[in-house]
């Protein structure tokens, strides 16, 4: 038998294996029209779909993957998205890269969300109820100028365009979008993030008595033992160390850590301060939060 021929149904048979082997995957999103994911699961294999406004998807192409790209560890991505169905995608195709993933709906959630935990990225719809996403952006951005945040949004003009990069977005993608550039974007920001992240290493240790602040860590401990705060608990004390043996008054810690701009009650810093000194003082014999009536806090031994 000719070799070119031989060579052509080896090639053949492997393909058709290939194809016969391909475990699927269906996933129902609940809604009603019963929107389908169909994920073909081939090593190296995987379809791509174009994503639409209203969270459908046209399958569009199937592409080779290329060997040994780097999968992401575990890096954490907050989707803001009103959308089910979009949401509901963009979660799994992140999911599928190897993202942790959380979702919210609301403008208020997303500000909550944001607080509680340590995020790598976040996709930014920019409407969305409560709270619209250039609001959102706003109050982020006054507390944390690093966490990379994409917009993601049906306004394609110029105007809307220049207006969520100035007020601090990293990028900004218009619906409908190819889920594979927007995949594209987010390691494109995160590779600008890892540097940052990996430079504030340089940063000082702060320590008052024996507790002890990584800044570039954001880890805490006190007496040797590890101490876990949220996002916004950690702002506070770093505020408070980075000021020891100084008095703030409340209007004072609230611009330091949650923005000049911050228009809520002031009583929200005496609730954080209780957050705090049940982690920071209650578990040990010496208090370092002390409280100066009528004036504000002060951390000192």
Known sequence: MNFYVLFIMMKARALLYLYSHAAFETLSLSEPDNLLIRKEKVRDIKNTFKLYKDGSQRQKACYISVWGREKPVE??????????????????????????????RTGKEAL?????????LVLLDVM???????????????????????????RDS?????????????DYITKPFEIEELLARIRACLRVRRPEKRKSGASESL????????????????????????????????????HQKQVLHREQILSHVWGFEYYG?????????????????????????????????????
């Open 75 to 104: 890096e954490k991505i907050l989707i803001v998205e009103d959308e089910e169905k979009i949401a509901r995608v963009i979660q799994l195709e992140l999911e599928y890269e190897g993202y942790s993933v959380e979702k919210v």
């Open 112 to 120: 909550e969300t944001f607080e509680d935990s340590n995020w790598d």
């Open 128 to 154: 969305i109820p409560q709270l619209n996403g250039m609001e959102v952006l706003r109050r982020i951005r006054a507390a944390d100028d690093l966490t990379p945040i994409i917009l993601l949004t049906a």
């Open 207 to 242: 320590r008052v008595g024996d507790l002890l602040l990584d800044e570039a860590s954001r880890e805490v401990s006190r007496d040797a033992l590890a101490i876990d705060l949220t996002p916004r608990e950690f702002d506070l004390l770093l505020c408070l160390m980075r």
């Open 158 to 170: 110029v105007v809307d365009k220049v207006n969520g990069l100035d007020q601090g977005a990293n």
């Open 265 to 301: 009650d002031t009583n929200v810093v005496d609730v954080y301060i209780r957050y705090l000194r049940k982690k920071i003082d209650d578990p040990f014999d010496r208090p370092l939060i002390h409280t100066v009536r009528g004036v504000g806090y002060v951390l000192k031994e």
